[in-house]
Structures are given as structure tokens and as C-alpha cells.
Nanobody, 127 residues
Framework: QLQLVASGGGLVQPGGSLRLSCAAS????????IGWFRQYPGKERDGVAG????????YYIDPVKGRFTISRDDNNDIIHLLMNNLKPEDTAVYYC????????????????????WGQGTQVTVSS
């Protein structure tokens, strides 16, 4: 079964940091562009960040620019999302997914352009 598993979430105080990890089963991540999404209770998943297959291009939604960094660890075939200066509004379940959409659409982080959804990881930012 092709899926991605996100891990590394937890409870952190405002201003704190977390590093999420995304690992794959059934395929290797370095062949694909990958996106991170988050989901608030009762809401649809929204794109947060994306990284191209060759890591040259990285995309972020405005609320996380300057605070979140997406990167690849090719040696371990893992995608990371480093989240700094976390805010209460970052509280959500975070997922990673594989981009299978039209080339050039990655920056838009459209839900239907991604597959291999797996287990998410809860991030809670609270004092």
C-alpha cells in the first residue's frame, strides 16, 4: 500500500518549535514532489508547504512564510517540516502527501493533486 506517514507532532508553547517528519511506504520520496497539509477540526485539509522533486523549488502559504521550512533528507528518504515561532493558530493535524498533479501546479497545493495520504500527526500550540 502506498502511503505517507507523518510524525513528530506534540504539544508546544507559543513561540516554540517542532520538526515534523514524513516517511513513505511502497515508494521512494526522492522521485516525487511532496506537500505538507494541515487540517483543523471540521475543516478540509489546506496546503501548508511543498517541495519539488529536486528540492530546488519550495512553496509556503503566507501565514507560515519565514517560520516554516520544508526540506529533504535524501539519505534517509524523509521530508521534514521545521516549524519555528509556532502560534496557537498552527494547532492542527498535519499530513504529508505525494504530488501527482499537473507539472507547474505544485505551488498551488491543491488537495486533489496529491495522493498517498496516510496517518497525520497532531500539533498543539498552547500555553
Amino acid at each position: 500500500q502506498l502511503q505517507l506517514v507523518a510524525s513528530g507532532g506534540g504539544l508546544v508553547q507559543p513561540g516554540g518549535s517542532l520538526r515534523l517528519s514524513c516517511a513513505a511506504s511502497g515508494f521512494t520520496l526522492d522521485h516525487y514532489s511532496i506537500g505538507w497539509f494541515r487540517q483543523y477540526p471540521g475543516k478540509e485539509r489546506d496546503g501548508v508547504a511543498g517541495i519539488s522533486r529536486n528540492s530546488i523549488h519550495k512553496y509556503y502559504i503566507d501565514p507560515v512564510k519565514g517560520r516554516f521550512t520544508i526540506s529533504r533528507d535524501d539519505n534517509n528518504d524523509i521530508i521534514h517540516l521545521l516549524m519555528n515561532n509556532l502560534k496557537p493558530e498552527d494547532t492542527a493535524v498535519y499530513y504529508c502527501a505525494r504530488f501527482v498533479g499537473t507539472p507547474g501546479h505544485l505551488p498551488f497545493l491543491i488537495l486533489d493533486d496529491f495522493d498517498s495520504w496516510g496517518q497525520g500527526t497532531q500539533v498543539t500550540v498552547s500555553s
